[in-house]
């Protein structure tokens, strides 16, 4: 039986976000994902680049999560499944180490992999501008 994306299975997979919940998200993903943020090409200011789950969660999400002072939500506000392609617009936030609110806007095109339900390729765009800001503007 081969895998079949729905909405209920994003929700169920992205909706802990919304409380800070990432475990369910990062168990999804095939740990060699290809992750692409912005651009392919590797800019550690901004952190565009092309990451596994490994080498994300190391230049990406630890650097971030050490300068924020709570937990990073993020809520699904827009969803499109196409096959084994959802697009997925969402809003994140946090409280940044320096009392300032952290409020990005994010695009996810996620490619699933038919046999395995798992996240074989991200392309995330965001607002790098913002990430650099919080990445020069907090203490760790």
């Excluded at 080498?55 to 630890?62: A, D, L, Q, Y």
Aim: glycine content about 8%; aromatic content about 10%.
């Amino acid at each position: 039986m081969s895998f079949q994306l729905t909405p209920e299975y994003i929700y169920a997979f992205l909706g802990p976000a919304a409380q800070g919940e990432w475990t369910p998200f990062l168990d999804g993903l095939d740990p060699d994902v290809n992750w692409m943020i912005g651009d392919p090409t590797f800019n550690e200011q901004h952190r565009t680049g092309t990451y596994n789950v490994k080498t994300w969660r190391e230049i990406v999400n630890k650097p971030l999560i050490a300068r924020l002072a709570s937990p990073l939500t993020m809520k699904i506000e827009s969803l499109d499944i196409i096959g084994l392609k959802a697009i997925v617009e969402a809003s994140g936030s946090a409280t940044q180490k320096n009392g300032k609110q952290y409020n990005n806007r994010y695009c996810w095109i996620l490619i699933f992999d038919g046999k395995t339900g798992k996240v074989v390729t991200i392309r995330e765009y965001i607002n790098t501008a913002m990430l650099k800001e919080v990445m020069e503007t907090n203490e760790i």
